[in-house]
């Protein structure tokens, strides 16, 4: 089935979850959260993977639950996590590989209100992760490499953007006087962009944007793929 994009009536939708999230309302209106957006996300997940795997074989595109597409309800036990238990913001996730989904090198992109948000990389870092990536860009020639790949995404697009850094002090194996060494102070790596909500509505559009600026950040996603192949699971 061709993907025709998301009714007009999603972003609404979730203006409404906003507005009443609560369990309870979100039961009375299930039916219409697999209308507006559950099915059709299914069908995006498996039409926008088939581009993506022309890009990269390796990739994952899983049109179900807990695979590309999140949950609904939002886990709220997590410290720190928002309280809200109905999520008002649509994720999908195409992940690279056979890592975890979120501690892989990914094609994400989410939907709100408020923006259609467009990213590649690992967004943070759990520390298996963050300790492979520090050991990889303590060679300095792999430090230059993302240098240059961060810049050259940013060339680009003057509305490619990456990641704020997350830290203060540099870890242990990095100092100032070392070229690049402020990429040790990143939680995580990833480029993004972010667009009109409302471009959600036209499948061919969607389609065709996300890919332009997945294969624009292609080499990033490559790299941190590289990362990911060498964490520990000990």
Do not use: C
């Not at 999603?10 to 203006?15: E, G, P």
């Not at 996730?93 to 990389?121: C, D």
């Not at 990143?186 to 972010?194: D, L």
């Amino acid at each position: 089935m061709k993907f025709q994009g998301f009714s007009p009536k999603v972003i609404d939708f979730l203006q409404l979850i906003k507005q009443n999230n609560n369990k309870e309302w979100f039961l009375a209106h299930k039916s219409e959260y697999e209308t507006l957006i559950l099915n059709p996300s299914r069908i995006f997940v498996v039409e926008m993977g088939e581009h993506l795997q022309a890009l990269e074989p390796s990739i994952n595109a899983i049109p179900k639950i807990n695979k590309s597409l999140y949950r609904i309800y939002r886990d709220t036990r997590r410290m720190g996590a928002n309280k809200e238990p109905i999520k008002s913001r649509i994720g999908v996730i195409f992940w690279q590989g056979n890592t975890k989904r979120m501690q892989s090198s990914a094609f994400y992109m989410h939907f709100s209100p408020e923006e259609l948000y467009v990213a590649v990389g690992v967004r943070w870092f759990e520390k298996p992760m963050l300790d492979a990536f520090r050991e990889y860009i303590k060679n300095d020639d792999k430090r230059m490499q993302l240098a240059n790949i961060l810049k050259e995404i940013k060339a680009k697009d003057k509305d490619y953007t990456y990641l704020e850094k997350g830290y203060k002090r540099y870890p242990k194996g990095f100092s100032a006087d070392m070229p690049y060494a402020d990429l040790s102070l990143y939680k995580g790596m990833a480029t993004y962009k972010v667009l009109d909500s409302h471009l959600i509505e036209d499948g061919d559009k969607l389609i065709n944007t996300l890919y332009q600026i997945y294969e624009d950040m292609l080499p990033l996603q490559r790299f941190m793929y590289e990362v990911s192949l060498r964490v520990s699971h000990d």
